[in-house]
């Protein structure tokens, strides 16, 4: 079973910044993809970023240019910057691996608020 265990929320102000990490029980190579979505209060949980075995990433519309996706295999973490944060980016936000379409796992989730 693999464990997904994300950190880095909290609280941060309009404009601010958090990076969120997300460490894997087993090399992050051994997903086709991982990445992060996130369920704002009342509403379905969203893809914010992901990450390709390959490299290569894709973002929300809403979050381009603002927040980041990156990996580091030698510690088996994947991370999210973000930056330019708006109260709109309140939410929790989960990371997510897949090995395949119907092999999938999902950390517990860490709260991000954005707020004055």
């Known amino acids: 079973q693999v464990q997904l265990v994300e950190s880095g929320g909290g609280l941060v102000q309009p404009g601010g910044s958090l990076r969120l990490s997300c460490a894997a029980s087993r090399s992050i190579f051994s997903f086709s993809v991982m990445g992060w979505y996130r369920q704002p209060p009342g509403k379905q949980r969203e893809l914010v970023a992901g990450?390709?075995?390959?490299?290569?990433?894709d973002y929300a519309d809403s979050v381009k240019g603002r927040f980041t996706i990156s990996r580091d295999a030698a510690k088996n973490t994947l991370y999210l910057q973000m930056n330019s944060l708006k109260p709109e980016d309140t939410a929790v936000y989960y990371c997510n691996a897949k090995v395949s379409a119907i092999n999938t796992y999902w950390g517990q989730g860490t709260q991000v608020t954005v707020s004055s």
């Open positions: 990450i390709r075995l390959g490299g290569s990433t």
